[in-house]
């Protein structure tokens, strides 16, 4: 009986569990669902605006300034006309395009610093006793050679600051400085300084003057002229024709690397020479050609010089300043013996200023040097 109803309880926990077992829901397997990449939309090419035309001068420019009205009656309402200075036309940063009409009573015309771009006859026509025209900082690529047909006493004309390719042609005899500095000028064409023998200023500095662009007798006829500025071009010789009467001539910044021998022969009052920042060399420059007794002040900086050249007892100035000098004898340079008794001044060398520094030199400087040049003030190393 009791093995019957052990069977019989074994027999429905089985049924049970297999109950229990077929009521577990079926775990279905994932379905692999195909993936879809969209393609990035791209935006649609929108119509391209027509580029409007750029803005031509002068219409980018500021409007002109217009003073107050004046009490005289011929004065541009784009300039200033003072009581105190009843001969001056005062026009500068106006912001003015064309030269206006100019008074008879003006003398004196500043100009500057405007948008002026050409210079035309007309607006001298009464002006004729005009001495003084500071154009300066203007964007003035010709002058018409009538301007100073109607402007025949004209003493000064400053053109520094503009767009000219070549010196102006038609310049009136009576002008005594002439500055055109920082303009394109490649060439000075013949004749352009003809019956100029009043002129005592050159400037033509920061241009784009080569060797061709000046001929051997440019600068003949200049016979009062005293001070000649070429630095900042492109030259690769020494000008030719220098007037015999200059007292000032400046060569900085060019390619300069030869100095004839007698390049300074016959310039008697020459004081001053600034040959900074070019190519010359031992080499290049000859022993004595600096050997000058009106000469005060000689800038020889940024060469490549090895050695000290020879001068004149009354020089007062020397840049040397980097060169390539590695020792520096004051025997060698002195331009008198030291054996010569310097209590007469008139011996003694002027040399006050000596700058050295840039070069292969360690200090001190040689107790002859100081024997020499007993006046030397400063000696830069």
């Given at each position: 009986?009791?093995?019957?109803a052990?069977?019989?309880?074994?027999?429905?926990?089985?049924?049970?569990?297999?109950?229990?077992?077929?009521?577990?829901?079926?775990?279905?397997?994932?379905?692999?669902?195909?993936t879809?990449?969209?393609?990035?939309?791209?935006p649609?090419?929108?119509?391209?605006?027509?580029?409007?035309?750029?803005?031509?001068?002068p219409?980018?420019?500021?409007?002109?300034?217009?003073?107050?009205?004046?009490?005289?009656?011929?004065?541009p309402?784009?300039?200033?006309c003072?009581?105190?200075?009843p001969?001056?036309?005062?026009?500068e940063?106006r912001?003015?395009?064309?030269?206006?009409?100019?008074?008879?009573?003006?003398?004196?015309?500043?100009?500057?610093?405007?948008?002026?771009?050409?210079?035309?006859?007309?607006?001298?026509v009464?002006?004729?006793?005009?001495?003084?025209?500071?154009?300066?900082?203007?964007?003035?690529?010709?002058?018409?050679?009538q301007?100073?047909?109607?402007?025949?006493?004209l003493?000064?004309?400053?053109?520094?600051?503009?767009?000219?390719?070549?010196?102006?042609?038609?310049?009136?005899?009576?002008?005594?400085?002439?500055?055109?500095?920082?303009n394109l000028?490649?060439?000075?064409?013949?004749?352009a300084?003809?019956?100029?023998?009043?002129?005592?200023?050159?400037?033509?500095?920061?241009?784009?003057?080569?060797?061709?662009?000046?001929?051997?007798?440019?600068?003949?006829?200049?016979t009062?002229?005293?001070?000649?500025?070429?630095?900042?071009?492109?030259l690769k010789?020494?000008?030719?024709?220098?007037?015999?009467?200059l007292?000032?001539l400046?060569?900085?910044?060019?390619?300069?690397d030869?100095?004839?021998?007698?390049?300074?022969?016959?310039?008697?009052?020459?004081?001053?020479?600034?040959?900074?920042?070019?190519?010359?060399?031992?080499?290049?420059?000859?022993k004595?050609?600096?050997?000058?007794?009106?000469?005060?002040?000689?800038?020889?900086?940024?060469?490549q010089?090895s050695?000290?050249?020879?001068?004149?007892g009354?020089?007062?100035?020397?840049?040397?300043?980097?060169?390539?000098?590695?020792?520096?004898?004051?025997?060698?340079?002195?331009p008198?013996?030291?054996?010569?008794?310097?209590?007469?001044?008139?011996?003694?060398p002027r040399?006050r200023?000596?700058?050295?520094?840039?070069?292969?030199l360690?200090?001190?400087i040689?107790?002859?040097?100081?024997?020499c040049?007993?006046?030397?003030?400063?000696?830069?190393?």
């Amino acid at each position: 009986m009791k093995a019957g109803a052990g069977l019989l309880s074994a027999l429905a926990l089985f049924l049970l569990m297999e109950a229990v077992v077929t009521e577990r829901p079926r775990q279905r397997k994932p379905t692999k669902q195909p993936t879809t990449r969209r393609k990035p939309s791209i935006p649609k090419p929108t119509a391209a605006r027509p580029a409007g035309p750029e803005p031509k001068e002068p219409t980018d420019f500021p409007p002109p300034i217009l003073g107050p009205p004046s009490i005289y009656p011929d004065c541009p309402r784009e300039c200033l006309c003072s009581p105190s200075y009843p001969n001056s036309l005062n026009c500068e940063n106006r912001n003015i395009r064309a030269i206006p009409l100019i008074p008879s009573r003006a003398h004196y015309l500043y100009l500057q610093n405007n948008y002026i771009s050409e210079v035309t006859a007309e607006p001298f026509v009464n002006a004729t006793d005009v001495r003084w025209i500071n154009l300066a900082n203007n964007r003035i690529h010709r002058i018409d050679k009538q301007v100073f047909e109607k402007i025949p006493l004209l003493l000064y004309l400053y053109v520094q600051r503009n767009q000219l390719k070549e010196v102006p042609s038609g310049l009136p005899t009576t002008l005594e400085q002439l500055r055109l500095s920082r303009n394109l000028i490649s060439k000075v064409p013949a004749g352009a300084f003809k019956k100029l023998g009043n002129l005592t200023l050159l400037d033509l500095y920061h241009n784009q003057l080569s060797d061709s662009g000046l001929g051997k007798n440019t600068f003949k006829d200049l016979t009062n002229l005293m001070q000649l500025n070429l630095a900042h071009n492109v030259l690769k010789k020494m000008p030719n024709g220098i007037p015999r009467g200059l007292i000032q001539l400046f060569l900085d910044k060019n390619h300069i690397d030869d100095i004839p021998k007698d390049y300074f022969k016959g310039l008697s009052h020459l004081a001053f020479v600034r040959l900074n920042y070019n190519q010359l060399s031992d080499k290049s420059v000859p022993k004595a050609v600096f050997n000058i007794s009106t000469l005060l002040d000689l800038q020889l900086a940024h060469n490549q010089l090895s050695s000290v050249p020879l001068f004149n007892g009354h020089l007062e100035h020397l840049h040397l300043n980097h060169n390539g000098i590695e020792s520096i004898n004051g025997t060698q340079i002195c331009p008198y013996s030291l054996e010569v008794d310097f209590s007469d001044d008139s011996l003694m060398p002027r040399l006050r200023y000596l700058r050295l520094d840039g070069n292969h030199l360690s200090p001190p400087i040689p107790q002859d040097v100081f024997m020499c040049f007993r006046l030397l003030h400063a000696v830069v190393i």
